[in-house]
């Protein structure tokens, strides 16, 4: 895991200096670019590319998100972090500047897992991700208004050839899992492949946002954290992180 400890910010560059100068430039191999898509609002697009940035870290990774969504939210996580003294993994707002252009400026620098928090509401957006990406997380909530919108990513998604799977997050606990049964029927039916691991709905996630953390950092030994390590490993095994 990368050290944690007080970061300044380059100038005019959202990158922490650890990335500036405790990885010599031009020696970086290339990067694993997963795009975490959901085109429906409030799946916990957010969340899932916050756990997976902080499991690469876990993983002795040097990860980065970029925030293409306007909305910010990973942004302003990023932000309460580092004025928490955590200086990863680097949060780096999209801007008006292009997804090439800053995935080969952290790539440069060192980064071997980069995550896009994209987007909802927009195909422009998403395929712009995609073109730069080596693989797909797509995120949906196991109802039919969700999984509905999941066709449309997926028909984005597929597209572009590039490892994928759907990511079940806030699934229903215990005698109310028959939510994620019929969405599985239907993922099978349309040939979308998913992540056997569901992330179970718990208030832990909104906690863990609160303080600035994620899952695995807040709740080491939870229920929780331990449904995102298996999905990092399945994600892992499929080369889509």
Same mark, same amino acid.
Request: with cysteine; proline share 7%; aromatic share 4%.
């Given at each position: =895991?990368?050290?944690?400890?007080?970061?300044?910010? %380059?100038?005019?560059?959202?990158?922490?200096?650890? &990335?500036?100068?405790?990885? /010599?430039?031009?020696?970086?191999? =290339?990067?694993?670019?997963?795009?975490?898509?959901?085109?429906?609002?409030? #799946?916990?697009?957010?969340?899932?590319?916050?756990?997976?940035?902080?499991?690469?870290?876990?993983?002795?990774?040097?990860?980065?998100?970029? $925030?293409? $969504? !306007?909305?910010?939210? #990973?942004? $302003?996580?990023?932000?309460?972090?580092?004025? %928490?003294?955590?200086?990863?993994? /680097?949060?780096?707002?999209?801007?008006? +500047?292009?997804?090439?252009?800053?995935?080969?400026?952290?790539? $440069?620098?060192?980064?071997?897992?980069?995550?896009?928090?994209? !987007?909802?509401?927009?195909?422009?957006?998403?395929?712009?991700?995609?073109?730069?990406?080596?693989?797909?997380? =797509?995120?949906?909530?196991?109802?039919?208004?969700?999984?509905? #919108?999941?066709?449309?990513?997926? #028909?984005?998604?597929?597209? =572009? *050839? *590039?490892?994928?799977?759907?990511? &079940?997050?806030?699934?229903? !606990?215990?005698? +109310?899992?028959?939510?994620?049964?019929? %969405?599985?029927?239907?993922?099978?039916?349309?040939?979308?492949?998913?992540?056997?691991?569901?992330?179970?709905?718990?208030?832990?996630?909104?906690?863990?946002?609160?303080?600035?953390? /994620?899952?695995?950092?807040?709740?080491?030994?939870?229920? /929780? +954290?331990?449904?995102? %390590?298996?999905?990092?490993?399945?994600?892992?095994?499929?080369?889509?992180?």
């Amino acid at each position: =895991m990368l050290p944690y400890g007080k970061v300044a910010l %380059a100038p005019h560059r959202h990158v922490p200096l650890w &990335f500036r100068h405790h990885v /010599a430039i031009g020696d970086s191999a =290339m990067a694993s670019v997963v795009s975490v898509i959901s085109q429906k609002g409030g #799946a916990g697009k957010t969340t899932v590319a916050q756990c997976l940035a902080i499991e690469a870290l876990r993983q002795g990774m040097a990860a980065a998100i970029i $925030d293409a $969504d !306007p909305q910010k939210s #990973a942004s $302003d996580w990023g932000s309460q972090r580092e004025q %928490a003294g955590i200086d990863a993994p /680097a949060v780096i707002s999209l801007g008006t +500047r292009s997804l090439r252009t800053v995935v080969k400026e952290l790539q $440069d620098r060192g980064a071997s897992l980069i995550v896009i928090d994209t !987007p909802p509401h927009s195909a422009p957006a998403i395929n712009a991700a995609l073109e730069v990406s080596t693989g797909a997380a =797509m995120v949906t909530r196991p109802n039919p208004m969700d999984i509905r #919108a999941l066709e449309a990513t997926w #028909a984005i998604v597929d597209r =572009m *050839k *590039k490892p994928s799977a759907t990511i &079940f997050t806030q699934t229903p !606990p215990g005698n +109310r899992a028959k939510a994620l049964s019929l %969405a599985l029927g239907r993922l099978k039916e349309l040939g979308i492949p998913h992540c056997p691991t569901p992330l179970t709905y718990t208030l832990s996630y909104p906690y863990a946002q609160a303080e600035a953390l /994620a899952i695995q950092e807040r709740e080491p030994t939870s229920k /929780a +954290r331990a449904e995102v %390590a298996e999905v990092w490993a399945w994600l892992r095994r499929k080369a889509i992180v």
